[in-house]
């Protein structure tokens, strides 16, 4: 809850920081309103200001820390991955700045990203300054994150979907719980503040919609997909292009910032987050020449900036050009209602270019409250999602994480060891012996195995438990250390025996692979409950490889098994 709360702050500060950059870059004057880049009454600042900026992020995150680079989602991923969660104190302090300077002067970011670093920020660094667990610390951190998303767009349950399918990398109570905890405290702290109406209202979807729009919708979705796979391409086209400049990194920001100003200068309302913009495509008020200039202007200018290692999201600039590509269908597109096409691209614009189709059906929900387009829309979403993940190896959030030499999934399945249990694959013990067996006794019975009639029963088992006059465990031997004993060494086997390392016949398989690897062992004994156990079985690393063969099978091997046959009758003719 005090992350919710301070992550809530810390989002709203930073949208007033914006306001008041935006109003000293265009407007020369101190204020914290809901000016834009275009009032500007000099147009030179269009092409100045966003270079100035750049100047400004490139000489932060040299001197200050280059952790502010780039949209915030993959350095937020990269600390969770490799970073045991831990985010540096001043990183929280620089990103949000440099975020508020970058979308101030002109650039076409959005604040979701930062804010993303900013509140994990405030959560690890609570958790730092606590006694607990890496993957403790990492809910913490991704409790914050969500939180400063859900207080941005009054939007908790996108929030906490995007810190599931992007962030956790699980699916646990101990996870889900402190997320959805922080993310309702940030909305409910946002509300007086920043008020509780839907972000992107008045679209109006009817209840009833022609069949013909359902089908449209797909072609909406391929459209979406398309859009997401050239702006992908085209935002790594930009940082290989910059990687070759032959000029220090520091640079790139201003270079993009004049990109950024070029744009300007075409279309102004493209510039800055562009919250207005995008109401207006989603109402139906945009002008033609608004929707094409936001397609073409806006995709170029941020796709082409991003790569130069500024400090802005993705969101903002998706919800833009999604609405533009959809206002601009909905030209040619039959009629719905004012907006509906451009919210149900928007919707199908997230899907592919962050892969995340439920968080982007979600967000569209809570940032208009248009329960009625909820089915267009996962139409849309998810035949966006489709083409991008068949078509694109990697989405706009997991590329520059694969090109640091980072592996990430976004496939989520349950792990084959934990749905089989130790019973089903156990293998009955061949072999025990008795506390009081010497050790030399026993060297020369393995060593001799082979001129017995069944040596497979002595040498086939590598793990022996070693059992009292009771047929209680005291311990275990293995078959390497006997072989390599002295055949005349006198020692009892109850001296040798190492503690047993066992498990229960009703624990999965997963609960004995982590209990292998705590151990650095790759056998356990299977005994029953009680006081005084019984041995009852092994189970090996194979047979873990097994469960997991057993996964790959069902998986990949096809088969029929119903049948249809058609019965042939035979009638006797009698004449």
């Known amino acids: 809850m005090p992350i919710g709360a301070a992550a809530a702050l810390v989002a709203v500060a930073l949208l007033k920081l914006i306001a008041l950059i935006t109003d000293l870059s265009f407007l020369g004057r101190m204020g914290f309103g809901h000016a834009v880049s275009s009032d500007t009454a000099h147009r030179w600042l269009l092409l100045v200001m966003p270079v100035v900026g750049g100047l400004l992020i490139g000489l932060m995150a040299r001197y200050g820390s280059d952790k502010i680079r780039g949209h915030g989602m993959p350095e937020a991923i990269e600390s969770i991955l490799v970073g045991g969660s831990r985010v540096q104190p001043r990183v929280a302090v620089l990103k949000p700045t440099s975020a508020a300077i970058s979308i101030g002067t002109g650039g076409p970011f959005g604040a979701e990203g930062p804010i993303i670093m900013t509140g994990g920020a405030v959560g690890s660094l609570l958790a730092q300054l606590l006694r607990v667990t890496t993957d403790e610390r990492k809910a913490l951190l991704v409790a914050g994150s969500a939180a400063g998303m859900a207080a941005t767009f009054n939007a908790p349950l996108a929030s906490i979907l995007l810190a599931v399918e992007l962030l956790l990398f699980e699916w646990r109570p101990r996870s889900y719980l402190p997320v959805a905890v922080a993310a309702v405290t940030a909305t409910l702290v946002r509300g007086p503040l920043l008020g509780t109406g839907p972000l992107f209202g008045g679209a109006h979807v009817p209840a009833h919609i022609a069949p013909s729009a359902y089908a449209l919708c797909i072609v909406a979705g391929i459209a979406a997909g398309l859009l997401a796979l050239g702006a992908t391409a085209l935002v790594y086209l930009s940082e290989d292009l910059f990687a070759k400049m032959p000029v220090h990194w520091m640079w790139w920001p201003a270079i993009g910032g004049a990109i950024i100003g070029v744009g300007g200068l075409i279309e102004p309302r493209a510039l800055g987050v562009g919250y207005d913009v995008i109401g207006q495509l989603l109402t139906g008020r945009a002008t033609v020449g608004l929707i094409l200039g936001i397609l073409v202007v806006k995709t170029l200018i941020w796709g082409l900036s991003l790569g130069s290692g500024t400090s802005g999201g993705v969101l903002a600039p998706m919800?833009?050009?999604?609405?533009?590509?959809?206002?601009?269908?909905?030209?040619?597109?039959?009629?719905?209602?004012?907006?509906?096409?451009?919210?149900?691209?928007?919707?199908?614009?997230?899907?592919?270019?962050?892969?995340?189709?439920?968080?982007?059906?979600?967000?569209?929900?809570?940032?208009?409250?248009?329960?009625?387009?909820?089915?267009?829309?996962?139409?849309?979403?998810?035949?966006?999602?489709?083409?991008?993940?068949?078509?694109?190896?990697?989405?706009?959030?997991?590329?520059?994480?694969?090109?640091?030499?980072?592996?990430?999934?976004?496939?989520?399945?349950?792990?084959?060891?934990?749905?089989?249990?130790?019973?089903?694959?156990?293998?009955?013990?061949?072999?025990?012996?008795?506390?009081?067996?010497?050790?030399?006794?026993?060297?020369?019975?393995?060593?001799?195995?082979?001129?017995?009639?069944?040596?497979?029963?002595?040498?086939?088992?590598?793990?022996?438990?070693?059992?009292?006059?009771?047929?209680?465990?005291?311990?275990?031997?293995?078959?390497?250390?006997?072989?390599?004993?002295?055949?005349?060494?006198?020692?009892?086997?109850?001296?040798?025996?190492?503690?047993?390392?066992?498990?229960?016949?009703?624990?999965?398989?997963?609960?004995?692979?982590?209990?292998?690897?705590?151990?650095?062992?790759?056998?356990?004994?299977?005994?029953?409950?009680?006081?005084q156990p019984t041995v009852e079985g092994i189970v090996s690393l194979r047979d873990l490889l097994q469960a997991r063969l057993i996964d790959l099978h069902e998986e990949h091997h096809a088969e029929r098994i119903l049948t249809l046959r058609a019965r042939r009758t035979a009638t006797a003719t009698t004449g």
């Not at 398989?509 to 705590?518: E, S, V, Y």
């Open 319 to 531: 919800f833009m050009v999604g609405g533009a590509l959809g206002a601009a269908e909905g030209l040619v597109f039959p009629h719905v209602s004012p907006g509906f096409w451009a919210l149900v691209s928007l919707a199908g614009v997230l899907g592919g270019v962050m892969r995340s189709p439920l968080t982007g059906i979600v967000f569209c929900l809570e940032l208009t409250h248009e329960i009625n387009a909820l089915v267009p829309m996962v139409i849309t979403a998810s035949a966006a999602y489709l083409l991008s993940v068949t078509l694109l190896k990697r989405s706009v959030l997991t590329e520059k994480l694969a090109r640091r030499g980072l592996h990430l999934t976004r496939e989520y399945s349950v792990d084959p060891l934990e749905v089989h249990l130790v019973r089903q694959l156990e293998t009955p013990i061949a072999v025990t012996f008795r506390a009081d067996d010497t050790s030399g006794s026993v060297t020369t019975m393995l060593r001799t195995a082979h001129d017995t009639a069944d040596p497979d029963r002595l040498l086939a088992q590598r793990l022996y438990p070693v059992l009292d006059e009771h047929d209680h465990l005291t311990g275990v031997v293995t078959r390497a250390q006997l072989l390599h004993a002295d055949p005349a060494d006198l020692t009892p086997l109850a001296q040798l025996a190492a503690p047993a390392v066992t498990a229960h016949p009703d624990e999965t398989l997963r609960t004995l692979a982590n209990r292998m690897a705590q151990h650095s062992v790759t056998r356990l004994l299977i005994v029953g409950h009680g006081p």
